[in-house]
């Protein structure tokens, strides 16, 4: 299962420099769109339930091909890092914004913060994607019983 999931995201990684190739990602709730499906199909392979909660009032800003690719890329680290460190069954996802920023929350229900020790290069690359959004991410207990992942970043 580690090494289809592993396949998994390296087939995605090949679908964005595909995507990039092509032009203009599209806007905000496509991009998000696109994020779930691939979310959807990751977890259901991996055996994790998906609770996708996204607000019915969400801009929809074009994105440029940066922004998506940075969103994407948060958001797969983020589940790869419950794949394979949580021991997580299920995850949610929260989807808001106000006053023209974007609140992403990436939470999953397993073994918490601290568990397989201290942030790697992905949580690293996770921060450097932010900073490049102009945003802040931050990771806390979640309510749910693991790990929270908090992603704030201006709307274009």
């Known amino acids: ?10 087939l995605a990684d090949l679908r964005d420099v595909v995507t990039r190739s ?19 199909q990751r977890l259901r392979a991996t055996g994790h339930r998906l609770d996708w909660q996204q607000a019915a009032d969400l801009p929809d800003p074009e994105l440029d091909q940066g922004h998506a690719l940075h969103l994407h890329r948060i958001v797969r680290e983020a589940l790869s890092n419950i794949v394979h460190h949580a021991q997580a069954s299920g995850v949610r996802v ?15 229900d397993g073994v918490g913060l601290g568990a397989s020790g201290s942030g790697g290069s992905g949580t690293a690359g996770m921060a450097a994607r932010a900073r490049a959004l102009d945003g802040e991410i931050s990771w806390r207990p979640a309510s749910i019983g693991g790990t929270k992942v908090l992603l704030n970043v201006p709307l274009p």
Do not use: M
């Open 94 to 108: 929260r989807i808001a914004a106000s006053a023209a920023q974007l609140r992403l929350e990436i939470s999953d």
């Open 1 to 10: 299962p580690e090494v289809a999931d592993q396949a998994r995201a390296l």
């Open 22 to 40: 092509r032009g203009t990602p599209g806007s905000l709730l496509d991009v998000l769109g696109g994020i779930r499906a691939e979310a959807e």
